[in-house]
């Protein structure tokens, strides 16, 4: 589980991720027209990829530019988190054990270097994701047992055990087709700055601060609505803000300062330039250590979570920016149940005292709390001072919280130590189904209600839950193919979650993007990815 403690420390980090400099594969590398009228579209953004390799790639800023130019067996239209075939000309048929998914692929596919697609493509493809080792490589290691073309265009894939999840695996953005005559399987033989896929874009040339893509002539599917596009990396969101205000990008996506976003949102009310919010599907939280003092009573969890007061961080940490969340599945999937609402609300100080009062605190005798959270998140760091205030200022002396901070690398190595009794954290999802906002969360593969979790995803979250009926009820859901009943399973999970408190839902961040006028068909996929072959101007 400690694969998706690294998955906070690389995508916390990616508005600011520091990458060596790339080599350029073409002469002309460093330069990116802006908004020309030659019909290529200029994009600007601060977040420098690492590596073009999909079988690397595990940051927004990477898997976005993959993502453009590759397509994978299934994939996500804009505002819907149900896939839809791709290079798959179907869904998936499952047989009865759950076990074995075989998948009809598409025919007439032809890669960037001209190497044609079908089943035995995809089956190197997904084998070098597993077997090169790369930073996402887990997510199909874990879960696939074998692969094999079983015709031309037939693919089989077996399961370890049953995952009912499984075709969203098969969506995210690295799990892409990739030609078996430009890439080769082994441990750590990546190639990060090339790329060869399938997708309505080839790579024309990356350098240290620019990438262009050129419209893919061979394509399969629908031609981009534009003549290409040009990637300006720029190195700071001052900068990114500028090139914006003054024209020299079309679209301005990742990542922008709240208060830059606030001051382009206004301007694009009066008209000046378009402002496309989408919901995001990344969710910020409380966890809550149960092995720590006073925090091992669930009164004490009770009372944290009716002290929360949601409107009022979003109108004064996050300006709006957000929106309140009352689970720990977001909105984005139907399974989610606002619980948390009903029963401990926004800033219910008196149902907080009764909670803390019964679990034997007072005045006299308060209950002491410490919030951690890593630093360099001003966000973070606002929401922890926000929620001191509160206590202070609402509790009458009978809560006390302390906010402490300390370095993100240290904070992310020591959280599944059981060092910190609560912290503020987000979660970024592997892959847009809600197991992955429970499993990594609430599974414990080994412990007792007597000592927590000893190994598991709340023991690497740093909740340290334990809960033998919460590991049936994942297991059931992770097994269940049929979506209402698995729907039921996840509405039970959501109830004790709320009945057991091991960690809190804050809020659910919403996306971003900016266009000049007449730049038209701006969109987000459901996984963050802005989508460049639908924009034109």
């Known amino acids: 589980m400690t694969k998706f403690l690294s998955l906070f420390c690389l995508c916390l980090l990616l508005a600011v991720s520091c990458t060596p400099k790339q080599q350029t594969n073409t002469p002309g590398a460093g330069v990116a027209n802006t908004s020309a009228g030659d019909g290529r579209i200029t994009i600007g953004t601060t977040a420098k990829p690492r590596t073009l390799d999909p079988a690397d790639a595990y940051e927004l800023a990477s898997l976005g530019l993959v993502f453009n130019m590759s397509d994978r067996l299934y994939n996500y239209e804009p505002g819907n988190t149900e896939i839809k075939p791709q290079l798959a000309t179907a869904l998936p048929k499952v047989s009865a054990d759950g076990l074995t998914y075989t998948i009809p692929i598409r025919q007439g596919v032809v890669f960037h270097d001209e190497t044609p697609f079908n089943a035995k493509a995809m089956e190197f493809s997904i084998q070098r994701f597993i077997e090169n080792k790369g930073k996402p490589s887990f997510l199909l290691s874990d879960t696939i047992a074998s692969v094999k073309a079983t015709g031309e265009y037939e693919l089989t894939i077996k399961l370890k055990k049953p995952f009912a999840a499984f075709p969203s695996l098969l969506a995210f953005s690295g799990v892409c087709a990739v030609s078996p005559t430009a890439y080769e399987i082994g441990a750590g033989k990546f190639k990060p700055n090339i790329f060869v896929g399938t997708g309505a874009y080839k790579l024309a040339s990356y350098g240290t601060d620019s990438l262009r893509f050129d419209v893919f002539d061979k394509y399969w599917g629908t031609k981009p609505e534009n003549k290409g596009v040009n990637v300006q990396i720029q190195t700071s969101p001052v900068n990114l803000f500028n090139a914006f205000k003054t024209g020299a990008v079309d679209v301005a996506y990742l990542s922008l300062q709240p208060d830059q976003i606030r001051s382009l949102e206004a301007s694009a009310k009066k008209g000046d330039w378009q402002a496309i919010t989408a919901q995001g599907s990344v969710v910020s939280y409380m966890v809550l250590n149960r092995n720590q003092k006073p925090l091992d009573q669930v009164e004490v969890r009770s009372a944290i ?18 929106d309140p969340l009352y689970s720990m599945i977001p909105t984005t999937f139907n399974v989610s149940q606002p619980l948390f609402k009903d029963k401990y609300g926004d800033g219910k100080f008196e149902q907080a005292k009764t909670a803390l009062i019964a679990a034997g605190f007072s005045k006299e005798n308060p209950a002491k709390v410490q919030i951690w959270y890593p630093a360099s998140s001003p966000t973070r760091s606002l929401a922890a001072q926000t929620l001191k205030s509160l206590a202070d200022t609402k509790m009458d002396g009978i809560l006390e919280l302390e906010v402490k901070t300390v370095e993100g690398a240290t904070f992310f190595k020591e959280i599944s130590k059981g060092l910190y009794p609560a ?80 960690y809190i839902p804050l809020w659910q961040n919403k996306d971003y993007v900016f266009a000049q006028k007449g730049v038209n068909n701006v969109n987000l996929d459901p996984t963050q990815n802005l989508i460049y072959k639908n924009i034109k101007k």
């Open 305 to 322: 979570a009716s002290l929360i007061d949601r409107p009022l961080l979003n109108d004064r940490v996050l300006f709006s920016q957000a």
């Open 423 to 502: 912290a503020l954290l987000d979660w970024y999802p592997d892959f847009l189904d809600p197991d992955n906002y429970v499993q990594p969360f609430l599974a414990c593969e080994k412990g007792s209600v007597t000592t927590g979790c000893q190994d598991g995803g709340s023991q690497t979250q740093g909740s340290f839950y334990y809960s033998e009926a919460m590991n049936k009820l994942i297991d059931q859901q992770r097994k269940e193919q049929n979506p209402e009943a698995r729907k039921k399973i996840f509405v039970d999970i959501q109830t004790q979650v709320l009945t057991d408190v091991p």
